[in-house]
């Protein structure tokens, strides 16, 4: 399995709260990214990540912000959950340069009550 | 619209049939990847094309790119339980090598 982990692996939180979710990598990859994964839309990305510091917005960047200040950590945060934020958050690393393979995390389950 | 749709959007086959799932772009095909997703848990990758009339094969899973059409397929062969899952389709439709774009998935089941 690729070096990526996600935590938590499931997290309940309260409407209005704020919720980061980390991404770890042991890959030195250079391209990180965050997933959203809801039935009928299928993974929808989020933010993206170049490099340190380098980040980059999505499809559905909206209440969503993150941070990497350092190559092996994504943290996604929410700023204030809220109910259409509940789903299933993956992770994924690598670089679509040269053709190589995007790995995936086990993904985190939120729900926001 | 979905940029990339995936046809069909469930199956159900008996265990040793034959199968075929289409993921079919709106956009031009830079690379496509395919993964499988077991119920509940992360995507493993099964392969990635990248140029047109491309045919890659692990075990009993074939994908084709026809750049043409922009479409991919994944054929089974000779289908097993253990290929039950969710297929997804995620490709670079923007030609920028730095995110993919995923269809909605096909949910696959295996009868025996």
């Known amino acids: 399995d690729a070096g990526i982990t996600q935590s938590p692996r499931h997290k309940v939180t309260e409407t209005g709260t704020p919720v980061t979710l980390r991404c770890h990598q042991t890959?030195?990859?250079?391209?990180m990214y965050w997933y959203r994964q809801d039935p009928g839309h299928g993974l929808r990305l989020i933010h993206y990540s170049y490099g340190v510091k380098d980040t980059d917005k999505g499809e559905v960047s909206d209440g969503y912000s993150v941070s990497r200040s350092k190559t092996e950590d994504f943290l996604l945060t929410l700023e204030s959950a809220t109910s259409s934020q509940t789903s299933v958050y993956f992770c994924?690393?690598?670089?679509?340069?040269?053709?190589?393979?995007?790995?995936f995390g086990q993904g985190t389950r939120l729900t926001v009550v | 619209s979905q940029e990339l749709e995936q046809s069909p959007q469930s199956l159900i086959v008996q265990e040793g049939k034959n199968l075929t799932i289409n993921c079919t772009s709106s956009k031009t095909l830079y690379g496509l990847y395919w993964y499988k997703q077991k119920y509940g848990e992360g995507l493993i990758f099964l392969m990635m094309?990248?140029?047109?009339?491309e045919e890659k094969s692990h075990e009993k899973i074939t994908a084709k790119l026809d750049e043409k059409k922009q479409q991919s397929s994944l054929h089974i062969t000779a289908s097993q339980p253990s290929h039950a899952g969710i297929y997804l389709c995620?490709?670079?439709?923007?030609?920028?090598?730095?995110?993919?774009?995923f269809g909605t998935g096909t949910r696959l089941q295996v009868t025996l």
């Open positions: 994924a690393i690598g670089s679509l340069v040269g053709g190589t393979e995007a790995f």
């Open positions: 094309l990248q140029k047109g009339g």
């Open positions: 890959e030195n990859h250079r391209y």
């Open positions: 995620g490709a670079d439709i923007h030609g920028t090598a730095s995110k993919l774009t």
